[in-house]
């Protein structure tokens, strides 16, 4: 059974930073890609970052476009998002996935998730 455990989420405020971590149980037979999702209450979960897992490519979806980083330590299984100059709209819940197409994927082919983890931004 593949676990992935994501931590690091809590209350923030507008404008500053978080770093969520994802430990995973090391590379993923099918399922080398990384990915951070996000649901915010009533909408649908969407893809905020991906990474392979040689970590040469990455992905953001437009909203994020620098303000978030994605990576990986190997050596340590885990997956990184720091994401900073938050804003309001980035409250929601964080998903860690592991997945095969890049850099999207349909969310009935994510092949595993996390538990989530909450981000909070009050301004």
């Known amino acids: 059974q593949v676990q992935l455990v994501e931590s690091g989420g809590g209350p923030v405020h507008t404008g500053d930073s978080v770093r969520l971590s994802c430990l995973t149980p090391?590379?993923?037979?099918?399922?080398?890609?990384m990915g951070w999702f996000r649901q915010a209450p009533g909408k649908e979960r969407e893809l905020v970052a991906a990474?392979?897992?040689?970590?040469?490519?990455?992905y953001y979806t437009d909203s994020m476009k620098g303000r978030a980083a994605i990576s990986r330590d190997n050596a340590k299984n885990t997956v990184y998002l720091q994401m900073n100059s938050l804003k309001p709209e980035d409250t929601a819940v964080y998903y860690c996935?592991?997945?095969?197409?890049?850099?999207?994927?349909?969310?009935?082919?994510?092949?595993?998730w996390g538990q989530g983890t909450q981000v909070t931004v009050s301004s």
């Open positions: 996935a592991a997945y095969a197409s890049w850099p999207r994927v349909e969310l009935s082919q994510v092949r595993y």
């Open positions: 090391g590379r993923i037979e099918g399922a080398s890609i």
């Open positions: 990474i392979r897992w040689s970590g040469t490519s990455t």
